[in-house]
């Protein structure tokens, strides 16, 4: 049986909608291909890119942009709901537990292909992203509810800190 998919355009048009069917149901259908999300992607050499996309109460959708070798810090997601759909090129996300003294220890690691899917929440632990490969890498990142804020692990300080969040581009679908 082929499973049934939604696009970018249409789960947006979905989200409008207050009787939509739970977001986890509209995410397992979603496919979203390079040519979605090429005219909201944005790159710096300095860092990955957020560039918004859609933004309620309910739900934040950001388009992340990966050069090889840009990566996050270990952080949290402040209580919230957050799934990666990888848009194209590889991903590395490791994940991490604190130990008792609120340290966070390396658990699985995962290479993520284009296609897939993956969830995390604080009950989870922790976790960080980066492009460990040579070509560029595009992730779409929704949040629920959204943050603007996150607890990051400083590995020199081996405390964690307050990050604000913010956007590179900002877009209304
Ligand atoms: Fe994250």
């Known amino acids: 049986m082929i499973k049934p998919s939604i696009s970018l355009k249409k789960f947006i048009s979905l989200l409008k909608d207050n009787t939509h069917p739970a977001l986890e149901f509209l995410l397992s259908q979603l496919v979203v291909s390079k040519d979605d999300i090429d005219s909201y992607s944005s790159w710096s050499e300095e860092n990955y890119t957020r560039n918004c996309i859609y933004l309620n109460e309910e739900v934040e959708i950001i388009v992340l942009c990966w ?36 340290v966070p220890l390396a658990t699985t690691k995962d290479i993520v292909q284009a296609g897939a899917l993956s969830y995390i929440d604080d009950s989870m632990g922790y976790h960080t992203i980066k492009n460990v490969s040579n070509e560029n890498a595009v992730t779409l990142h929704f949040y629920a509810e959204p943050f603007n804020a996150c607890k990051v692990f400083d590995v020199k300080k081996q405390q964690y800190v307050k990050k604000e969040l913010s956007y590179d581009t900002k877009w209304t679908l």
């Open 67 to 102: 050069k090889p070798g840009q990566g996050t810090p270990i952080h949290n997601h402040q209580g919230q709901k957050c799934w990666v759909y990888q848009v194209y090129g590889e991903i590395e996300e490791q994940r991490y537990e604190p130990n008792e003294n609120q």
